[in-house]
């Protein structure tokens, strides 16, 4: 697949204003980033690209923060050496050790997830994957059915298995994310991930005691009726993808309506990682 690099120069006063940029990147196409030393290169399929799309998402932070950028046509490579180039392990306290296939195992964490690095959101290495994890590690998820939607590498639904989650649900309209959990979930050795190809259209209609939900603000307010439906009465939501000022109050106002309620949030350079329970 060919692809143009935009190579971002920024100027930010914040550190969260970069992840801004990168989030409205995200929302149009952009499906793959890398930080450098003065900003970020970020990638999108020639076929995807729109520069009038493009202009309207930067228009709201020209007056935010000093960004430019460079566009050059990446011819066909391979992508999964790109991936392997920048990818590193990571860890969640001392709980969970997060690797790739080239990397040791390290036996001493309870928990291990191996991540094959493709072009799929959800390494663990952005703060609202990490955040999420932490928020379960700290909740009991033995035994209970599980929906992961928006779960990109499936590093969530295998985490929530590993946690003794006995039937869960992965969903991403994505096709490489959809390839890439059935992949990763083999990788773990985790035979009971159901993964579907979509969005709130193929959440099956049964009733779940958690559902995870690491996306973005405007995803998360469209598809949180079909959240609530499909959420039983006492179980838990993780809605993370999002800021907390003023985002985590627009989430919190919308999830109200579901008879959503908010408990506590984790939040990190402005990132915000929330549990409500119905």
């Given at each position: 697949?060919?692809?143009?690099?935009?190579?971002?120069?920024?100027?930010?006063?914040?550190?969260?204003?970069?992840?801004?940029?990168?989030?409205?990147?995200?929302?149009?196409?952009?499906?793959?980033?890398?930080?450098?030393?003065?900003?970020?290169?970020?990638?999108?399929?020639?076929?995807?690209?729109?520069?009038?799309?493009?202009?309207?998402?930067?228009?709201?932070?020209?007056?935010?923060?000093?960004?430019?950028?460079?566009?050059?046509?990446?011819?066909?490579?391979?992508?999964?050496?790109?991936?392997?180039?920048?990818?590193?392990?990571?860890?969640?306290?001392?709980?969970?050790?997060?690797?790739a296939t080239f990397h040791e195992p390290k036996p001493e964490f309870p928990y291990e997830i191996v991540i094959?690095?493709?072009?799929?959101?959800?390494?663990?290495?952005?703060?609202?994957?990490?955040?999420?994890?932490q928020l379960m590690l700290e909740n009991d998820f033995a035994g209970k059915k599980v929906l992961d939607m928006?779960?990109?590498?499936?590093?969530?639904?295998?985490?929530?298995?590993?946690?003794?989650?006995?039937?869960?649900?992965?969903?991403?309209?994505?096709?490489?994310?959809?390839?890439?959990?059935?992949?990763?979930?083999?990788?773990?050795?985790?035979?009971?991930?159901?993964?579907?190809?979509?969005?709130?259209?193929?959440?099956?209609?049964?009733?779940?005691?958690?559902?995870?939900?690491?996306?973005?603000?405007?995803?998360?307010?469209?598809?949180?009726?079909?959240?609530?439906?499909?959420?039983?009465?006492?179980?838990?939501?993780?809605?993370?993808?999002?800021?907390?000022?003023?985002?985590?109050?627009?989430?919190?106002?919308?999830?109200?309506?579901?008879?959503?309620?908010?408990?506590?949030?984790?939040?990190?350079?402005?990132?915000?990682?929330?549990?409500?329970?119905?």
């Amino acid at each position: 697949m060919i692809y143009y690099e935009l190579l971002f120069t920024t100027i930010t006063t914040e550190d969260y204003q970069q992840d801004l940029l990168i989030a409205a990147l995200g929302e149009i196409g952009f499906d793959t980033f890398e930080e450098v030393e003065l900003g970020f290169k970020a990638y999108i399929p020639v076929d995807n690209f729109d520069q009038q799309v493009l202009d309207e998402a930067l228009e709201p932070y020209r007056e935010m923060f000093t960004f430019s950028y460079d566009i050059t046509l990446i011819p066909q490579k391979n992508w999964n050496e790109v991936w392997e180039s920048n990818f590193e392990p990571i860890q969640i306290g001392d709980q969970v050790f997060v690797r790739a296939t080239f990397h040791e195992p390290k036996p001493e964490f309870p928990y291990e997830i191996v991540i094959d690095p493709k072009m799929a959101f959800g390494t663990g290495h952005h703060q609202t994957t990490a955040m999420v994890m932490q928020l379960m590690l700290e909740n009991d998820f033995a035994g209970k059915k599980v929906l992961d939607m928006g779960c990109g590498t499936g590093i969530l639904a295998i985490l929530a298995a590993k946690l003794g989650a006995i039937d869960l649900t992965a969903i991403d309209y994505d096709p490489v994310c959809y390839e890439s959990t059935i992949e990763n979930s083999a990788l773990n050795n985790v035979e009971h991930i159901k993964a579907l190809c979509g969005s709130k259209e193929v959440i099956p209609d049964e009733q779940h005691d958690i559902i995870l939900a690491n996306i973005n603000r405007n995803i998360l307010l469209d598809q949180m009726d079909a959240y609530a439906r499909v959420l039983r009465p006492g179980g838990e939501i993780y809605f993370s993808g999002f800021y907390e000022s003023p985002d985590l109050d627009i989430i919190t106002d919308e999830a109200r309506k579901y008879n959503l309620k908010y408990i506590t949030h984790k939040k990190d350079k402005d990132w915000v990682a929330a549990k409500f329970v119905l």
